[in-house]
């Protein structure tokens, strides 16, 4: 009998927050773990709370002058002018907060975990924490101060995994994995990202390397384009390369009620291309990513979850998960004013549309060459 899939967590991400004015001063791997359990979704006996990453086991990527310059910066809270310019630290992007070393060395140890214990057997491990992907080896980039899928993958290559397929489904290029294995044929990395979006790569003619691929998808992406891409390109391309581990990251920012996109999904979308990429290998690791509407992450994250499970995400939410769901707040303009169906519903209305031809033609360039 299959292992049960696994859910990897944190309590570090309750109540920490990158501050009042970034975009991540919202509650998100906290809600969705809340949401997982009053939906009656996980139980102890799946739950694992992870590690701190050492710095031997970050600076398999990270460099350590990278490594030692962040965690002082949480140490004493401050940064100098040569340290942020170095770094990329201390500005809004990515700025100086009390958790700013140890939650991403969580993350990161989480994803690492997640990659030990796809290892020792086959099966599903979830870490919404870990979905990292803009991180370079010396700076941190767009919200993301380590890589975590970089990290998770790079401990499955080193224990001698030869093909690993990641999947990037977050609306920002992830620019910070492909990156890191463009020349390394045991990775074919994917990305579906927003067209013209920070941080302005990814286009789907150009090819870092053999094993990358980019679908760059226009504003107003719907639900029809997103299943399309899955069945025309994102699973042939799956089968193509016969991987032995998939590593899907499932940013929230592509769904339609999330402020740092113009993308149009909504979470079934997000729901049926996790399904979809289930059979593809033994082995699955599924992590979070971007996402800045604390409703519309919760509600997409634990759907995730259930899909994982077999359970269905669209049935109504408990008493007790509508009540996590009340007890959120916002300090956007649509959070002052929230609809009802953020509170008294977790599958959004589906959003279809036509497939249009910039989505048809990015799916033919990346069938290209196999």
Known sequence: MARRPLFLGSEVYRGSSYGPKHPLAIPRVSTTIDLCRAMGWLDDGVYIDTPVATVDEIARFHHRDYILALARAEAEQRVDAETAARYNLGKLENPVFPEMYRRPAISTGAGIQAARLLLEEPGIVYSPASGTHHARPGRASGFCYLNAPVLAILELLDAGVERVYYVDLDAHHGDGVEEAFADDDRVLTLSVHE????????????????????????????????????????????????????????????????????????????????????????????????????????????????????????????????????????????????????????????????????????????????
């Open 195 to 370: 067209d013209g979006r920070w941080p302005f790569t990814g286009m789907a003619e150009e090819r870092a390397g053999r094993m990358v691929r980019n679908l760059p998808v226009p504003p107003g992406f719907n639900d029809s384009e997103m299943d399309h891409l899955v069945e025309v390109a994102i699973r042939p391309l799956g089968r193509w390369f016969a991987p032995e581990v998939v590593v899907v990251q499932t940013g929230a920012d592509a769904l339609a009620e999330d402020p740092l996109s113009k993308l149009e999904l909504s979470n079934g979308a997000l729901w049926r291309a996790v399904a979809a990429l289930m059979d593809l290998a033994p082995r699955m690791l599924v992590v979070g990513g971007g996402g800045y509407n604390p409703w519309s992450v919760g509600r997409c994250w634990a759907g995730i979850w259930a899909t994982l499970n077999g359970f269905d995400p669209a049935e109504g939410p408990t008493h007790a998960a509508e009540s996590v769901l009340r007890s959120l707040t916002w300090n956007r303009g649509a959070g002052r004013n929230p609809p009802e169906h953020w509170f008294a519903t977790l599958a959004d209305a589906p959003r279809p549309g036509p497939v249009r031809d910039p989505v048809r033609r990015v799916t033919a360039l990346a069938l290209e060459g196999t």
